[in-house]
Nanobody, 124 residues
Framework: QVQLVESGGRSVQVGESLTLSCAAS????????VGWFRQAPGKEREFVAA????????YFGQFVEGRFAIWRENAKNTAYLKINNLKFEDTAVYYC?????????????????WGQGTQVTVSP
C-alpha cells in the first residue's frame, strides 16, 4: 500500500507559478498512474491532470488551457504538477492520487490511494 504526501502549496499572487510535489512511500510509485485533482471551497473535486506509469503519456482536464504541466521522477518516487500564470480561480486544495490499473482517467473513483492535499491560495 502506497502513501502519498503532497507539498508545495502556499499563498501566491495572480500570475505567479507554482510547483506541487507528490511523494510516495511504502510502495513504488512507478507501478501507478498518478493523477492530480483539486477542490475549491464549496465545489466538487475536479480532475486536473494525470500521467502514466512511465511518464510517456499525459492527460489534462478541459479547463487547463496549457497552463499546467505534469511529470514524474520515478527514481525519486515523486510526481509533480506545475501551474503557470496562476489565476484567482486556481485557489483550491490540490490532491494527488495513484491508480494501479487501467489507462489514464479523470474519474476519481478509479484511483486507489490519495494524499491529504496541499492548499494553494491565489490572491488578486
Amino acid at each position: 500500500q502506497v502513501q502519498l504526501v503532497e507539498s508545495g502549496g502556499r499563498s501566491v499572487q495572480v500570475g505567479e507559478s507554482l510547483t506541487l510535489s507528490c511523494a510516495a512511500s511504502g510502495g513504488t510509485l512507478k507501478n501507478y498512474n498518478v493523477g492530480w485533482f483539486r477542490q475549491a471551497p464549496g465545489k466538487e473535486r475536479e480532475f486536473v491532470a494525470a500521467i502514466s506509469q512511465s511518464g510517456h503519456s499525459t492527460y489534462f482536464g478541459q479547463f487547463v488551457e496549457g497552463r499546467f504541466a505534469i511529470w514524474r521522477e520515478n527514481a525519486k518516487n515523486t510526481a509533480y504538477l506545475k501551474i503557470n500564470n496562476l489565476k484567482f480561480e486556481d485557489t483550491a486544495v490540490y490532491y494527488c492520487a495513484a491508480d494501479l490499473e487501467g489507462g489514464l482517467t479523470a474519474l476519481a473513483q478509479s484511483y486507489d490511494y490519495w494524499g491529504q492535499g496541499t492548499q494553494v491560495t491565489v490572491s488578486p
